[in-house]
């Protein structure tokens, strides 16, 4: 179905920049977000018959050099209500609002059924929000969902990896399903696989890879298509110490190549080290947002860990007992 | 939707699952295999199998008038079809040397006892003989029939009880005084003196068997045979001794001649054969695929990597039903080919052994094996498209594993319904799912030139097109849900859902309410309707008959949307749409009932051909409907005001409602559309009720209200009910003969339209229709879509 454009007055109208990572028209590779000078329109392929997107109006739009205060994260009064049949109505977010930069690496904080991974799945286009907009590299995840996953990398224990496929095919087969084209793709791969020191398991099966290797696997198809978003849910969840930290210096390296991240943990040690602001969530609210340095004297603890058990002690007391378990999904 | 992401999905599956050897084997190489070994382990069995030998007693041997029936202590190979017939029955006779055939010394004192056994109850045989034949004239309920019966009951269970435990599986008395009246008759032809008619009858010689007895039934279908053949020729002796033609007990002999093929006899049993497999193969070729693709990937978590990329979910799905297709093509294919080949050499290795009735059970032509191949394809495509929607709704491997039982039942039952012979490719049977394409290829296999096959064949696949676009549409919508993507085990307690039902209740209903609404409904009709067949006779006045079909429409069709609107909604005014509407749209049913009962009547005339005959039931409802004993105001009662008020509340109100929670404009009113068709069990009011109530349900959707729809509703079956009671007089009149003309003779008359009137009516529908479409929905403000 076409909706029609609804066009707003705008002075560079009529010439069609290209923007935020588009294939296939042009290099793919360039740091993308960071450079963007333009409006935001894109002129999608026509061969891809997508609906035309609107355009969304910006405060922060920035003209000429800089690269800063143009968020490639939006989210306003995100909402997702559940319904469980012994519980009623459950809210896993509660008008959540933040903004990520690029360049930056934002953590969510929070325990489990906190509804981290509900946040992120609806990111994902995965899930729809009940209430509220979330925008990812300009594109709103209700009404253009597949723009906004062109241009996310993501990454969660239930994005498995398959069985029968090696490392090179299955990273190959997400080249491909993300556009990229056939001349670029090997050298990509290539890169990729010399990046992550992946070399040696080219030819390994999914199903006789351990999980170390899995892990850069579903890494390496993350991050295939150099998207400007990434979304890492719980990326250390289940690994040893060594594969652990390779994974978090992986993250940290791209953060230095100016994407924007996101990613959800209840590691502490992760939130001080690698992020840069962090929102701890809790029953579906945040309850703080900020950088470390700044929770740290706001709530005067002597570290995170405090505050966030501060935090998370002060809701459940003025809202009864916790929920048990995770709230599905 | 773009095809190369389809393209590129489908190529991943095709080659994921043929990496999986032992699959791979189970699904291709096995069947390759095991009919071969199958075939060669039942030939085993056939050549080895030699029958028991049945044992047939002559009592009264020496009364058999020549030439006798037993020859060197056997029976007569002569009288049999061929001697290997005469070999599997054994002889045993109270002549003399009759229990020679006899070695073992045990059985042969049995036999004794049983000689004296038979001449004890003799005359107790006889009499049972005498009265079933006197039964067989008598009708079964009658009075006089009564104390025979019992007695026939009584000696019937004694003789099988005692025959059962006897060593003979068919005994033959022959009475004492046989041979000798037979004699006399004999002498009488011959000498054409006194009467030989009525005044002798010869005593009878009495069979007993027991055909509930498998071996005795076998025994005594040779026996016959045998029997049969013998007759023939004692009553050959005696013409040929009295001098009469041989011709006589045969007056008009009439020379048989068969035009059966072998070829086509051979088709005939092709054509059973391959559309039955051609079903069950593609169906379960398809399933274990679609189950592994679908549900199986949910679990192993490849699913949601598949769904974060760029891949749209229409193209997911359609190059998964894509790899699941081929799948369920080559599984039938291959098995067939298979089962063909092995069949082919099984049945010649048996057939050289004993003559069976299928002659020469030769390949199918060429011709034959190309449309099953291609009819394969609609077959495959539908039960693809199923399996795949079946294996994404389904939470996990092993639910849907369970799903595969009911679709075998469905599909199996259509299909074992196609194959009955006087079930021919007709319209209606053309455009139905999975009986289309069976009979289509039946028809096609056997060949036969009398129906225009060629020109079934495009609405066959264009349905069948049709339909698993259908069911691939319904596989993206689940594919789209969340709660059937995600949510693993479900915490399911009848308390806790009968609780949420009751108290958290929606203003308007759900989906599945309105679809339990629906299934309500059928099932009352269903049961009322088995219930009145059994008492049909009792209606038998017109008057009675429109009482009862007026109550039933009010408590199965009336009384359930009420209930459940009163019981599971909060909001019964808006549910039931029980508001008053605008003027507007009020007039507009109004004017639109009247305009378009012309062009309904014409187009039901000219498609009348298509449709089966109304059944007898159906047939005698109409007679009534305009019978003259029934009044006026019952007559409208019955076949105006209350369809149209019931069906209205039940298929516009409760159940359009539910439908309409999914927030879409065009689809409730579709579906309650072919719904309201579906309750009509007769399938041309199906399709007519089916047209109507798109615009009944246009109507109030439109509007937010059920009366535009009651009053058009109401007006279009009480025009008809008027017509019924029109007379020719009442159309001499001058305003009514600008409309219609009387055409046809007396009892065969029926109303047709003038052209004009047809014109006017089609222009003014059409702009109605028109307006109606384009209005917005009024006072029904959407639902906020909400959680579904």
């Not at chain 2, 191949?373 to 039960?383: E, N, Q, R, T, W």
């Not at chain 2, 003014?764 to 909400?786: H, Q, T, V």
Request: charged fraction near 20%; charge should be neutral; glycine fraction near 6%.
């Amino acid at each position: 179905m076409y909706r029609f454009w609804k066009q707003e007055p705008f002075p560079h109208q009529d010439s069609f920049f290209q923007t935020a990572s588009g294939f296939p028209n042009r290099d793919w590779r360039g740091n993308t977000s960071c450079s963007a000078k333009s409006v935001h329109f894109v002129r999608t392929d026509p061969s891809r018959r997508v609906s035309p997107t609107e355009i969304v109006e910006r405060e922060s739009l920035v003209f000429g050099n800089g690269s800063v205060g143009i968020p490639m994260i939006q989210v306003e009064n995100l909402t997702k209500q559940f319904h469980d049949l012994k519980m009623g109505p459950l809210f896993a977010l509660d008008h959540v609002s933040f903004d990520v930069q690029p360049g930056e690496i934002f953590g969510l904080l929070g325990p489990n059924g906190a509804g981290k991974t509900t946040c992120l799945r609806i990111f994902s286009t995965v899930l729809k929000p009940t209430s509220g907009r979330a925008s990812i590299a300009g594109y709103d995840v209700v009404k253009q969902p597949e723009q906004v996953r062109s241009h996310i990398g993501f990454m969660s224990n239930n994005t498995g990896i398959y069985d029968r496929m090696t490392a090179w095919e299955m990273v190959e087969y997400y080249g491909r399903l993300y556009g990229i084209p056939e001349d670029q793709l090997q050298p990509r791969l290539n890169e990729i696989f010399q990046t992550l020191q992946m070399d040696s398991i080219r030819d390994v099966l999914g199903s006789k890879m351990s999980t170390g290797m899995k892990q850069k696997v579903s890494i390496a198809r993350t991050i295939v298509h150099d998207p400007p978003v990434l979304i890492f849910d719980e990326p250390t969840a289940g690994l040893d110490v060594l594969v652990a930290r390779a994974v978090l210096e992986t993250i940290a390296d791209l953060k230095s190549k100016g994407k924007c991240i996101i990613l959800s943990t209840h590691i502490m040690r992760e939130v001080e080290k690698l992020c840069d602001r962090v929102a701890i969530i809790h029953r579906g609210k945040i309850l703080a947002l900020g950088t470390v340095p700044e929770l740290v004297e706001q709530h005067q603890q002597p570290d995170i860990e405090e505050v966030f058990f501060k935090l998370i002690r002060d809701l459940d007391q003025s809202s009864g007992p916790p929920l048990t378990g995770a709230v599905s999904p | 939707m773009s095809w190369k992401n389809v393209q590129l999905i489908f190529l991943r599956e095709v080659r994921d699952q043929l990496r999986d050897r032992r699959t791979l084997f189970m699904v291709a190489v096995l069947p390759l295999l095991l009919y071969p070994l199958l075939g060669v382990g039942m030939v085993q069995m056939t050549v080895t199998f030699s029958e028991q030998v049945r044992r047939v007693v002559i009592v009264g041997a020496d009364q058999i008038p020549a030439p006798s029936l037993i020859q060197n202590h056997r029976l007569d190979p002569v009288y049999f079809d061929s001697p290997e017939a005469a070999e599997k029955l054994k002889l045993v006779t109270d002549l003399p040397d009759g229990l020679d055939n006899e070695t073992d010394p045990a059985v042969r004192k049995k036999l004794e006892a049983f000689f004296a056994d038979v001449a004890q109850r003799e005359k107790r045989l006889e009499r049972l003989g005498n009265i079933q034949r006197q039964l067989v004239k008598l009708p079964p309920s009658s009075p006089e029939a009564e104390s025979p019966a019992e007695e026939e009951r009584i000696l019937r269970e004694e003789f099988e009880s005692w025959f059962s435990k006897s060593p003979a599986q068919v005994l033959i008395v022959f009475p004492k005084d046989f041979l000798k009246q037979y004699e006399i008759v004999s002498r009488k032809l011959k000498e054409r003196s006194g009467e030989v008619s009525g005044t002798i009858i010869p005593p009878r010689p009495i069979l007993l068997h027991n055909s509930a007895n498998e071996k005795s039934e076998m025994a005594y279908r040779r026996v016959q045979h045998a029997l049969q053949n013998w007759e023939d020729v004692l009553l050959g002796e005696r013409l040929r001794d009295a001098g009469l033609p041989l011709s006589l007990p045969n007056p008009v002999p009439i020379t048989k001649i068969d035009l059966a093929e072998a070829t086509q006899l051979a088709a005939n049993v092709w054509s059973k054969i391959f559309p039955a497999l051609l079903v069950i193969m593609s169906v379960t070729g398809a399933f274990y695929p679609a189950i592994d693709l679908g549900a199986g990937e949910k679990e192993r978590g490849t699913m949601e990597t598949l769904l974060i990329s760029p891949a749209s979910r229409t193209e997911i799905v359609f190059g998964k039903f894509l790899t699941v297709m081929v799948f369920s093509l080559s599984t039938a294919l291959l098995n067939l080919v298979s089962m063909g080949f092995t069949g082919k050499h099984m049945l010649s290795a048996i057939g050289a052994a004993r003559s069976s009735p299928l002659g020469d059970l030769s390949f199918p032509p060429l011709e034959s094996l190309i449309w099953v191949v291609l009819l394969a394809l609609p077959l495959s495509a539908l039960f693809s498209a199923l399996s795949l929607s079946l294996a994404m709704f389904a939470r996990s491997s092993k639910e849907g594993q369970y799903y595969l039982t009911p679709l075998l039942l469905v599909t199996m039952g259509l299909t074992m319904f196609c194959l009955n012979p006087s079930v021919e490719l007709n319209p209606y049977y053309s455009v139905l799912p999975v009986t289309g394409p069976a009979l289509l290829l039946k028809a096609l296999l056997l060949g036969s030139t009398e129906t225009p096959v060629a020109l079934y064949a495009i609405p066959v696949l264009i349905t069948s097109c049709g339909y698993s676009g259908l069911a691939l549409w319904w596989a993206t919508e689940q594919f789209q849900r969340e709660d059937v993507l995600f949510r693993e085990a479900e915490r399911f307690e009848i308390g806790l859902w009968i609780r949420h039902l009751l108290r958290e209740k929606e203003p308007t209903p759900s989906f599945s309410e309105a679809a339990v609404c629906f299934v309500l409904v059928a099932l009352l009709q269903f049961l009322f309707l088995t219930s009145m067949q059994g008492s049909l006779e009792q209606l038998n006045s017109p008057q009675k008959l429109v009482t009862v079909q007026l109550i039933y429409l009010i408590a199965t069709v009336g009384a359930p949307p009420l209930f459940m609107a009163l019981l599971l909604t909060t909001n019964v005014r808006r549910t039931l749409k029980l508001t008053f509407p605008s003027w507007n749209i009020l007039a507009l049913g109004l004017v639109l009932a009247f305009s378009l009962q012309p062009l309904a009547l014409e187009l039901m005339g000219r498609l009348d051909r298509f449709f089966p005959p109304l059944p007898p039931g159906a047939r005698q409802l109409l007679e009534a409907m305009g019978s003259g004993s029934v009044p006026l105001w019952l007559s409208l009662a019955t076949f105006a005001l209350a369809p149209a008020v019931c069906e209205e509340l039940a298929f516009r109100g409760f159940i359009l409602s539910g439908l309409q929670h999914s927030g879409r404009r065009w689809l409730p009113i579709v579906i309650s559309a072919l719904l309201f068709g579906v309750i009509h069990m007769i399938p041309k009011q199906q399709f007519n009720a089916a047209l109507l109530g798109i615009v009944l349900g246009l109507l109030a959707a439109r509007s937010g209200s059920l009366l535009p729809g009651l009053l058009f509703h109401f007006c279009f079956n009480g025009t008809q009910v008027l017509a019924t009671r029109l007379t020719p007089a009442d159309l001499e009149t001058p305003f009514l003969g600008w409309f219609v003309k009387l055409t046809g003779e007396d009892d065969a008359a029926h109303l047709q339209f003038q052209p004009l009137t047809l014109i006017l009516c089609g222009v003014i529908s059409a702009a109605l229709l028109w307006k109606l479409i384009r209005s917005d929905s009024g006072s029904n403000a959407p639902e906020s879509a909400g959680p579904t």
